[in-house]
């Protein structure tokens, strides 16, 4: 498993794990315990909406791997970042042209489990998201992945529209997933590909839509504005799949 937990004891663990970026899924502090330290804990954990539990002493003491919690102890992931050019690294050694799934900001950890599960299964050969604003690999996306997060890497850019750029200099096209584009499938999808996929609530943002090279679309029959993020990265991933088998 490239996925696990492991605990952080005692409050200056706890707070430097939070500033150092570190991905805590879980906090668990000692029930009435309120002073200058755990306040500082709770709101770095407001900040990064972690789920915070209070607990009893007996509870934190049977948690506790080290014996010194201070009342507090976090739950974080240890999961692996890749990076960008192990991706590229990936569809090399498979002898494939990159096949890339990048998500401009996306929130629901349940989209980017969901999202993770599709890229491994389309055979896409990893997945770049942003350090910031965005969902990152928690508890929850490991379990919605279905496993999938074991296999198919995934890398934390600053910045995507630079990460865009560079990857342009590799050979890749970007095209931009929106409800306003070309329909999917007249376009030619195949070769060294980065899709993108925009954000639950605002899509895919202007820098990183004008980076791109050219917008898709999935046709829509019905009533409201868009599909879910999650189900159009699977459409979009399998008309990828579908054309690179023709
Ligand atoms: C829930 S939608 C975002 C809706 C948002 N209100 C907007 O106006 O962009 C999330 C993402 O899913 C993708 N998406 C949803 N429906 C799509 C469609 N019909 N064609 C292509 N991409 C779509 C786009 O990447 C979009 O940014």
């Known amino acids: 498993m490239r996925y696990e937990e492991f605990t952080i004891e005692g409050r200056n663990a706890v707070i430097e794990a939070f500033r150092s970026g570190k991905t805590i899924d ?11 330290p755990v306040q500082t804990i709770l709101r770095e954990a407001k900040k990064h909406d972690t789920i915070v539990s209070f607990v009893k002493k007996d509870r934190l003491d049977n948690m506790s791997q080290t014996g010194k919690h201070q009342g507090v102890i976090a739950y974080a992931a240890a999961y692996e970042y890749a990076l960008v050019e192990d991706i590229l690294e990936n569809a090399k050694n498979k002898g494939e042209d990159p096949f890339i799934i990048l998500l401009d900001h996306i929130e629901d950890p349940h ?4 999202i993770i599960r599709t890229a491994n299964l389309a055979g896409a050969h990893g997945i770049i998201i942003p ?4 969902v990152s690999l928690t508890a929850t996306v490991a379990k919605a992945s279905a496993g999938a997060i074991n296999y198919t890497p995934v890398a934390r850019v600053n910045n995507l529209s630079d990460t865009i750029k560079k990857l342009k200099d590799e050979g890749i096209w970007f095209v931009c997933a929106d409800m306003d584009g070309e329909i999917m499938y007249r376009q030619n999808l195949k070769g060294p590909i980065g899709l993108v996929i925009g954000n639950e609530g605002e899509g895919v943002s202007r820098l990183v839509r004008e980076n791109c090279d050219f917008t898709t679309s999935i046709p829509m029959k019905g009533d409201i504005d868009s599909l879910n993020a999650s189900v159009a990265a699977g459409i979009l991933a399998f008309e990828i799949v579908r054309q690179r088998m023709q």
């Open 26 to 36: 879980k906090l668990f502090v000692l029930d009435g315990c309120h002073d200058g």
């Open 111 to 114: 989209n980017l489990g969901a």
């Open 131 to 134: 350090k910031r604003r965005a």
